[in-house]
């Protein structure tokens, strides 16, 4: 049996994760998001939680990832992310800068830690996806909190990485750029005033000429790592490298 824990699965490249998956009746995905999520399938289960309530979560996290004796595989997604507010340095709340850094970096921390404590003896293929973006590798003005929190995914995982390899504990850990999807943080960044954002003509030309890509194509991209981790060496990877196909 495979188990998948896939947070931010209500819309978006979740919700394509989920879709892809329950394909394969051999599997059973627990989906995490803020708001309900109507059942899909049997196979699927669903936790209404607000991954920035990070005192709940800690409390709770280990709940997530019951003893699978009987799994073939288990995979824990950090998909759910924030964009937080668009706007230089000096304009933003920085209430919501730490709720950007909470949801994308910290919550995804929690689950990762207890991922590991449950299942770094069980003898199964084990996987931890991160969702990464271009943006924690390039600066975009505007976007402080978001490239940072994107920044510190990627070097979570690099560390998470290293140390699974040094206690030999087989699980693979890979942070994933996406590429410029169709979503509804594209939606949010289409409405900001350019004077918050000097790139939004880029993005109203990605949308305008349908160059965003659909969730769907890319959560098949990224269930080629979750389902051949052996092909990939690096941590960090990105679904527009030619190593992942047309």
């Known amino acids: 049996m495979r188990y998948f824990i896939i947070t931010g699965t209500s819309r978006g490249i979740g919700k394509g994760l989920v879709d892809y998956f329950l394909k394969d009746k051999n599997t059973m995905v627990t989906g995490i998001s803020r708001t309900q999520v109507q059942r899909p399938s049997e196979q699927y289960s669903h936790f209404a939680f607000d991954l920035s309530d990070l005192d709940r979560l800690e409390q ?3 709940g997530f990832f019951p003893s699978r004796e009987n799994g073939d595989e288990v995979v824990l997604i950090n998909n759910a992310g924030l964009l937080g ?3 230089p340095l000096g304009s ?5 800068f730490r709720k950007v850094m909470d949801v ?8 990762m830690n207890a991922f590991i404590a449950q299942y770094a003896a ?14 924690g590798k390039s600066p975009v003005d505007g976007w402080s909190a978001y490239c940072t929190s994107k920044a510190a995914i990627d070097m979570l995982s690099r560390v998470a990485a290293e140390e699974c390899a040094l206690h030999g504990n087989g699980i693979r850990v890979f942070s994933i750029a996406p590429g410029v999807v169709d979503t509804d943080m594209q939606g949010e960044i289409r409405k900001v005033d350019k004077a918050q954002f000097s790139n939004i003509q880029r993005f109203l030309d990605l949308k305008a000429n349908g160059d ?5 194509a890319v959560a098949e991209k990224l269930a080629r790592v979750v389902e ?10 990105d679904v527009r490298n030619p190593a992942f196909g047309s």
């Open 122 to 135: 069980l003898d199964a293929k084990k996987v931890i996806v991160n969702i990464s973006s271009g943006a």
């Open 92 to 96: 933003i709340i920085m209430g919501n």
């Open 212 to 216: 965003l890509s659909e969730s769907a």
């Open 85 to 87: 507010d668009v706007g």
């Open 228 to 237: 051949n981790p052996e092909k990939f060496e690096d941590v960090l990877l």
């Open 104 to 111: 994308n970096v910290s919550a995804a921390a929690i689950l």
């Open 60 to 62: 709770e996290a280990s």
